[in-house]
């Protein structure tokens, strides 16, 4: 198993070293290399058994450090860049050439994000290469939303996971690209559709890319416990079920609370609901249950992003 800590000075040394170290962020944890050097990108793919079709994502200290690693910035980019970092948002720019290929999948594009984690940026401003970081998760399941979930099922591949508690959001960033002066909405996350087109205008949506993971976005099957998820009316979905034990992830607390159920938020808080999602999937597939039935959230604000996190995870059992 990985060390867990608080080490700062040792995840640098072992990144400067070429090794992998989990860090925390306010999103999801994440699985982190120095981005700009290809032998120690390699090992991101390698310890997730991610395919390397799938781009990672560049985290810097600041948006001067991000200029430095793109070939432009468009207007658009440094308004939100300069409202949300460090934040829960990823902007896709042109590369510079420093930006290994290995990284971008061979995109002249780059996905970069500035985190806001405290650990984190200190880390982040001792380095001087920037961190790339996919959460750290073996890929297609849940990502990991605090140490010991890394631990889980990467400890045996990292020498290092930096523990900065449960992350505060939960869901991984929102990504958005810039097409022709337009941006476009890759995936969903806590910053919203809305928010986004009050700061900069309309905000087109290209979210799902399973034939071709060059367009942005994401596969379809992600974010995907290793049970079967069945998403919908539960009370409806339960009357067809027979024979079989059922864990049940329900939003919000109604009448009696059900025998193997997990509620998001008891109250109804869609901050909540997102900071617990990736823990119960978790808990639900490590529980004695041969199938979950799941519900969907108001479908506003980070309630988006929630339902589509449960949709991939239910789609990917079909
Ligand atoms: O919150 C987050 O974004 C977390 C934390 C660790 O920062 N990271 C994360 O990384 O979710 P990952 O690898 O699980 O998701 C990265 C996604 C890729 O699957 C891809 O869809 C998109 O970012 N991406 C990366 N580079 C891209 C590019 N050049 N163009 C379009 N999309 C890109
Ligand atoms: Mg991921």
């Excluded at 198993?1 to 992998?20: N, R, T, V």
Aim: charged residues 25%; aromatic residues 6%; hydrophobic residues 40%.
């Amino acid at each position: 198993m990985a060390e867990i800590g608080i080490d700062i000075k040792k995840a640098k040394s072992l990144l400067e070293q070429g090794e992998l170290v989990a860090i925390p962020t306010e999103t999801v944890y994440g699985l982190a290399a120095n981005a700009l050097d290809p032998t120690s990108v390699t090992k991101i793919f390698v310890a997730k058994e991610r395919p390397t079709f799938d781009p990672l994502i560049v985290h810097v200290a600041s948006v001067e450090q991000a200029i430095e690693l793109t070939a432009s910035m468009p207007d658009k980019a440094r308004v939100l860049t300069n409202k949300f970092w460090p934040g829960p948002l990823t902007v896709v720019l042109p590369k510079k050439l420093v930006i290994p290929d290995i990284v971008t999948s061979g995109l002249n594009t780059v996905a970069i994000r500035c985190p806001n984690h405290d650990l984190t940026k200190q880390l982040l401003s001792s380095l001087d290469f920037p961190l790339a970081a996919p959460s750290a998760n073996p890929f297609g399941y849940i990502s990991p939303t605090t140490a010991q979930h890394v631990n889980d099922q990467l400890g045996n591949k990292i020498k290092y996971i930096l523990d900065g508690g449960a992350c505060k959001i939960g869901l991984e960033s929102t990504i958005v690209g810039f097409e022709n002066n337009e941006v476009v909405l890759y995936r969903r996350g806590s910053v919203s559709e809305e928010e986004i087109m009050n700061l900069v205008g309309p905000v087109k949506t290209r979210l799902v890319s399973n034939s071709n993971p060059t367009a942005p976005g994401q596969l379809e099957m992600h974010y995907a416990p290793r049970k079967t998820i069945l998403l919908g009316d539960i009370d409806k979905l339960e009357k067809n079920i027979k024979d079989k034990k059922v864990g049940f992830l329900r939003f919000q607390h109604q009448g009696s609370p059900q025998k193997d159920a997990l509620y998001l938020s008891k109250s109804g808080n869609l901050e909540e609901a997102a900071r617990n999602l990736f823990a119960f999937l978790r808990q639900l597939d490590q529980m004695d249950v041969d199938l979950i039935l799941a519900e969907m959230v108001p479908d506003v604000g980070i309630g988006k992003a929630i339902n589509d996190r449960l949709i991939r995870a239910a789609a990917s059992k079909k």
